[in-house]
Structure formats: structure tokens, C-alpha cells
């Protein structure tokens, strides 16, 4: 017989605390800057970019940020959309390297910075928020009604309940989960490729002369 599932809150399982408020319009720079920022235009732009939930430090924007280093994200934070239009964007990333010179990460507070403890992979919770049940719940208001406006506070997102197996189902998990999201990565080139190759085709027919 099946065991029940036993649901965890996500505040159990991780530190959860609120990005960085500017008080002012972010100056982002071509080059020069001593740190990224994380804003929910530029982290929605790099997985629509690469069809991966891990984000590297790299994809973002550059700033000159002269604030406390307390401000920076770790490696393997898990960023979670704290606000915006019911039913609109709510992805989570995980933020990771593979390049030891990479400039640290300012998040803006559009996102609520999320920390598992030990024994939770990030990407595996990351994986988890990402889940079609989950995101419904999330971007139709979690749980709040009669606003077109989601604000995800850390208290409603501690209280967020989540299926978290084993360390090694974790692992089988996102193994399959990244060959899924190299199959999606594929498909896209290949889709880009065919437009690029009949937008050709299309020219040269417009500029054959009529007979």
C-alpha cells in the first residue's frame, strides 16, 4: 500500500526574505560595474532565453553598488516573483556558477530570496515551485481573491506546502529534469533554425522575377 504523502511548508525547509528596495531607478551599465541586479524583466528574459531555471550571474545587467555586502545572493538562492499581475509571471530561478570571477548579485525586491536548508537541493526546490500546481496556486493570488494584483509576502510563502522526497529522489529528479530541458533547448534551436532558413527562401522567391 502507497504511503500518504507528507507535505512540508517551505519555511521548514528554507530561510525566505525580501530582495533589495531601491529607491531609485536602477542605472544599469554596459561595463564597469562592480555587481549584477536581479529584476524580474532581465531573470524572465534569460529563461525565456535559455529554457533553464538556473540563472548565472553573467545573464544580468551590471551596477555599481556601493551598499553592504549582507545585500548579495548566495549561490544557490532560489528567487520566487513576489509581485505582479494575477496569472502573469511567476517562475522561480536558481542562482548559479560556473565561473568562479563572476561579480556578485544584488536582487531587486520583486523577488523573495529563498535559502533551503540542509538536505534540499536548490534546484530541486526550485523545480518544486516551478510546478504547474504550484505556479496556478501562486500566480492566481495564493489563496488571496478579488485583486488582479499578486503580492507574494514571506509569510504566505513560508506557509506554501511541498512534496520534498529523499536526497537521491531529488538527484533522479533533476537528472530528468535536465535532460528535459536540454530536449526543450534543441527543439528551439532547431525551430530557429527552420525560420531563419524559409525567411531565406521566402526573399529569394519575392525577388524572382515573374515569368
Not at 528554507?14 to 560595474?33: H, N, P, Q, W, Y
Not at 532565453?49 to 553592504?68: F, N, S, V, Y
Not at 531529488?170 to 524559409?198: G, V
Request: aromatic share 6%.
Amino acid at each position: 500500500m502507497r504511503k500518504p504523502i507528507k507535505l512540508k511548508a517551505l519555511g521548514d525547509i528554507a530561510d525566505i526574505r525580501s530582495g533589495f528596495t531601491f529607491r531609485e531607478k536602477v542605472d544599469e551599465l554596459t561595463s564597469g560595474g562592480n555587481a549584477h541586479v536581479a529584476q524580474i524583466k532581465d531573470v524572465r528574459s534569460a529563461w525565456e532565453t535559455t529554457h533553464t531555471a538556473r540563472l548565472h550571474a553573467h545573464q544580468l545587467p551590471m551596477i555599481k553598488w556601493e551598499g553592504k555586502d549582507k545585500a548579495f545572493a548566495s549561490l544557490g538562492t532560489v528567487l520566487l516573483p513576489s509581485r505582479g499581475s494575477k496569472g502573469g509571471y511567476f517562475r522561480a530561478s536558481c542562482l548559479v556558477s560556473e565561473q568562479s570571477s563572476e561579480l556578485p548579485v544584488v536582487v531587486s525586491s520583486q523577488f523573495l530570496m529563498i535559502t533551503p536548508k540542509q538536505g534540499i537541493l536548490p534546484e530541486f526546490l526550485c523545480w518544486s515551485l516551478n510546478r504547474p500546481e504550484m505556479q496556478h496556486w501562486i500566480s492566481e493570488g495564493a489563496g488571496s481573491q478579488g485583486t488582479s494584483l499578486v503580492m507574494l509576502n514571506a509569510t504566505t510563502a513560508k506557509a506554501l506546502q511541498l512534496n520534498i522526497p529523499t536526497l537521491a529522489i531529488q538527484q533522479k529528479i533533476m537528472r530528468l529534469n535536465e535532460l528535459w530541458e536540454k530536449e526543450q533547448q534543441l527543439t528551439q534551436a532547431l525551430l530557429s533554425n527552420r525560420e531563419t532558413m524559409l525567411q531565406g527562401m521566402f526573399q529569394h522567391l519575392l525577388m524572382e522575377k515573374s515569368s
